[in-house]
């Protein structure tokens, strides 16, 4: 996105604005076209011009996301033989959800734990499926921005008992916590929380 803005800076469309506003607009533009595939993690992530398999590319993303949403749902683990599972093959159709489960296993977002279940690792933090035509925009209090920082800190320290897991689940602690991970784990914590209260407390 930075490249991108480096070479269409001085276009009159973006004139005046600063690089984050740039970028945002740049961004809606590609969100925007059912031509642009989005290929790659959060960090690195690539746009490009393929119009051919735009939609497959989107559609193997969605499952993507559904799967990584059902092992959060069952505190980082699931299985392959699972009614959820098979729902999702009649869903998009058993080559879509192929197709996008060997992509996270092959990215290694997902691991195989015989005989027939599929676990979370760390580096599904940074996935970023080909979905792009969705907003992840939020505002928050200075207060919360402070909290923020305070997680990111916390999860940095946190040692579940010697695992390197979130209180109560299976679900892997992120590697390298920035603010936007901080808030994310927020997110499934509190989910998981609302859903099965369980002693979640972290000493300050």
Same mark, same amino acid.
């Given at each position: 996105m930075k490249q991108m803005y480096q070479i269409y800076h001085m276009e009159p469309a973006l004139d005046g604005m600063d690089q984050a506003r740039a970028m945002r607009k740049i961004r809606s533009i590609l969100n925007s076209s059912s031509s642009?595939?989005?290929?790659?993690?959060?960090?690195?992530?690539?746009? %490009?011009?393929?119009?051919? #398999?735009?939609?497959d590319v989107e559609t193997t993303g969605m499952v993507e996301n559904e799967i990584i949403h059902?092992?959060?749902k069952n505190k980082g683990?699931?299985?392959?033989?699972?009614?959820?599972?098979?729902?999702?093959? %009649?869903?998009?159709?058993?080559?879509?959800?192929?197709?996008?489960?060997?992509?996270l296993l092959n990215q290694r977002i997902l691991e195989i734990q015989p005989p027939d279940m599929t676990i979370l690792t760390n580096r599904f933090w940074e996935h970023s499926s080909a979905i792009h035509r969705t907003s992840t925009s939020f505002t928050?209090?200075?207060?919360?921005?402070?909290?923020?920082? #305070?997680?990111?800190?916390?999860?940095?320290?946190?040692?579940?008992?010697?695992?390197n897991t979130l209180p109560g689940t299976d679900?892997?602690?992120? %590697?390298?916590?920035?603010?936007?991970?901080?808030?994310?784990?927020?997110?499934?914590?509190?989910?998981?929380?609302?859903?099965?209260?369980? #002693?979640?407390?972290?000493?300050?």
């Amino acid at each position: 996105m930075k490249q991108m803005y480096q070479i269409y800076h001085m276009e009159p469309a973006l004139d005046g604005m600063d690089q984050a506003r740039a970028m945002r607009k740049i961004r809606s533009i590609l969100n925007s076209s059912s031509s642009i595939v989005k290929r790659g993690d959060k960090r690195g992530a690539v746009y %490009e011009y393929s119009p051919g #398999d735009a939609g497959d590319v989107e559609t193997t993303g969605m499952v993507e996301n559904e799967i990584i949403h059902l092992h959060l749902k069952n505190k980082g683990t699931f299985s392959l033989h699972s009614k959820a599972f098979k729902k999702l093959e %009649e869903k998009y159709d058993i080559n879509a959800t192929t197709n996008a489960l060997n992509n996270l296993l092959n990215q290694r977002i997902l691991e195989i734990q015989p005989p027939d279940m599929t676990i979370l690792t760390n580096r599904f933090w940074e996935h970023s499926s080909a979905i792009h035509r969705t907003s992840t925009s939020f505002t928050h209090s200075a207060a919360i921005g402070s909290r923020i920082k #305070d997680l990111v800190k916390q999860l940095q320290d946190f040692n579940n008992g010697g695992k390197n897991t979130l209180p109560g689940t299976d679900i892997p602690l992120p %590697e390298q916590p920035s603010r936007s991970t901080a808030i994310e784990v927020a997110v499934v914590l509190a989910a998981r929380f609302l859903k099965d209260p369980i #002693d979640m407390t972290i000493v300050e």
